[in-house]
């Protein structure tokens, strides 16, 4: 039939037809698109003054049983069950300058650690943003002597001497906790100099001479000032409902720098006098933790340890050895991704760096060539967004002011054996002003002398990052807080 009418119905069907397939190709346009950017509100980055926060709920006992292993509460640094929130109205301005200041100092102790030096059920134990400590880093609440004395104490991935304060004192800094006096325990114990944890020492933390007229001493210089000294000791250790006997520790005397608050530190690094080794009878090496959100008065993390503590949904990259720094936990890093675009990094600038994963750097460090092709990347996908000026570390920033929500590329890392790990949206922005006004890319290029890669905690918010040296990887899992 070719007369009008024909061509016309002809027309019209193929009309449709290109307009259903123009549709169908916008909404997987726009599909994709979502699946690459991340829409947040702008009053995720408004920190509470610390008067706004409710009363601690007195019905909640702060522990509960698992079976198996045990799950105790988790309290935010600012969240109003912490021990070390803020007791006064302190500016958000304050805290910001505060934690870039012992930032940076994070940075100087890794420069300067250069050169230096069958599994139990699971335990849970309390985790918390730790600004007030001082170090920008979180805490755990463990168990010394017999009977226990509970006490505060900073964890650090890149620490392999664990330390808390101990009476008499010659030179001690202020501390939520009674300062430990080894006298009230009836399992302490001085270790003497041939032990072969003295001998260790000299290894772990550069200690040249760890004999002195009474045992073995110890000392630890950290690279911003800080240093602890004392002598160097068995004890019994608890964590949660879990305890181990002649855990070598330093009882330190002398001790200054910036843990003020805490009692003390739990090394989680790579060394045999490191937590991992010295429990690896029972717990296998293996521990990871889930960070509560850096913003959050009510968010809540967890601090596991043993089989239990690897969770089954994560991605694992395999741990890669460094001899210059063989406390911190190096990965491979194969490449960075902005939005849908990944970007052009020579394998060999990322390979050569080497990527450390560390719970005590809070803004994640890329080498410079690395930086400036995220930056310029981000740049480019969020010119609708006004700008603001620099600060500190921190180049890109926006005034997100007058926003109620923002739209910003999803940051993924693509690390070797295929572990691609997304930043959650709030490991992307980090609020200067508490009124929104200057929100900046948290991220930061890294230090000609340095020269790794970083990834900071602030980045691994509202996930499960699991260390297993037992099998040599570590592993990451998102949403796994609750858990």
């Known amino acids: 039939m070719d007369n009008p009418t024909t061509h016309f119905l002809v027309f019209c069907i193929r009309?449709?037809?290109?307009s259903m397939l123009q549709c169908l190709l916008m909404g997987s346009a726009t599909a994709l698109d979502h699946e690459n950017y991340h829409t947040i509100s702008v009053e995720n980055f408004k920190w509470k003054e610390p008067q706004e926060f409710a009363?601690?709920?007195?019905?909640?006992?702060?522990?509960?049983?698992l079976k198996p292993g045990v799950k105790i509460r988790l309290d935010h640094i600012h969240g109003a069950c912490s021990p070390?929130?803020?007791?006064?109205?302190?500016?958000?301005?304050?805290?910001?300058s505060q934690t870039f200041e012992q930032d940076n100092a994070r940075l100087n102790t890794i420069s300067r650690s250069k050169n230096s030096s069958t599994y139990s059920p699971m335990s849970n134990v309390p985790l918390q943003p730790g600004r007030k400590v001082g170090t920008g880093n979180y805490i755990v609440t463990a168990g010394f002597g017999t009977p226990a004395k509970n006490l505060l104490l900073v964890i650090d991935t890149g620490s392999?001497?664990?330390?808390?304060?101990?009476?008499?004192?010659?030179?001690c800094y202020s501390q939520v906790d009674p300062i430990f006096n080894p006298q009230q325990s009836s399992s302490y114990k001085h270790l003497p100099c041939l032990s072969a944890a003295c001998t260790q020492l000299s290894t772990s933390e550069g200690n040249s001479n760890p004999c002195g007229a009474g045992g073995c001493v110890y000392e630890v210089d950290y690279g911003d000032g800080s240093s602890t000294q004392g002598d160097f000791s068995q004890e019994?250790?608890?964590?949660?409902?879990?305890?181990?006997?002649?855990?070598?520790?330093?009882?330190?005397h002398t001790n200054t720098g910036l843990f003020k608050g805490s009692a003390g530190l739990l090394g989680l690094g790579r060394t045999a006098l490191a937590f991992p080794a010295q429990t690896k009878s029972k717990y296998g090496g293996q521990f990871s933790y889930c960070l509560p959100d850096f913003l959050s008065s009510t968010s809540t993390g967890s601090f596991s340890v043993g089989q239990g503590s690897i969770p089954a949904t994560a991605v694992f990259t395999p741990l890669v050895s460094n001899s210059?720094?063989?406390s911190y936990y190096f990965v491979g890093l194969n490449g960075i991704s902005v939005g849908s675009q990944r970007l052009s990094i020579p394998p060999a600038v990322l390979g050569r760096a080497g990527t450390i994963v560390d719970s005590g750097t809070v803004i994640t460090r890329?080498?410079?060539?690395?930086?400036?092709?995220?930056?310029t990347s981000f740049r480019s996908q969020t010119q609708n967004l006004p700008s603001a000026q620099p600060y500190s570390i921190m180049d890109t920033c926006y005034d997100l002011s007058s926003y109620s929500q923002v739209?910003?590329?999803?940051?993924?890392?693509?690390?070797?054996?295929?572990?691609?790990?997304?930043?959650?949206?709030?490991g992307i922005l980090f609020p200067v002003k508490n009124d929104g006004s200057q929100v900046c890319l948290a991220f930061a290029p890294e230090s000609k002398s340095n020269s790794v890669n970083i990834i900071g905690n602030y980045q691994q918010q509202r996930m499960r990052v699991a260390f297993d040296t037992r099998a040599g990887r570590v592993g990451f899992a998102s949403g796994s807080c609750a858990t």
């Open 55 to 65: 009363k601690c709920p007195a019905s909640f006992a702060g522990q509960e049983a």
């Open 15 to 18: 009309v449709v037809a290109v």
């Open 366 to 375: 890329l080498v410079p060539q690395a930086y400036n092709a995220l930056k």
């Open 84 to 96: 070390l929130r803020p007791t006064n109205s302190s500016s958000w301005i304050y805290l910001v």
């Open 160 to 171: 392999d001497v664990t330390w808390i304060q101990c009476n008499p004192c010659s030179d």
């Open 236 to 252: 019994t250790l608890a964590l949660g409902s879990d305890s181990f006997q002649s855990f070598a520790f330093g009882c330190g």
């Open 407 to 426: 739209r910003i590329p999803i940051i993924t890392f693509h690390f070797q054996n295929n572990a691609d790990v997304s930043v959650v949206a709030l």
């Open 324 to 326: 210059i720094y063989p």
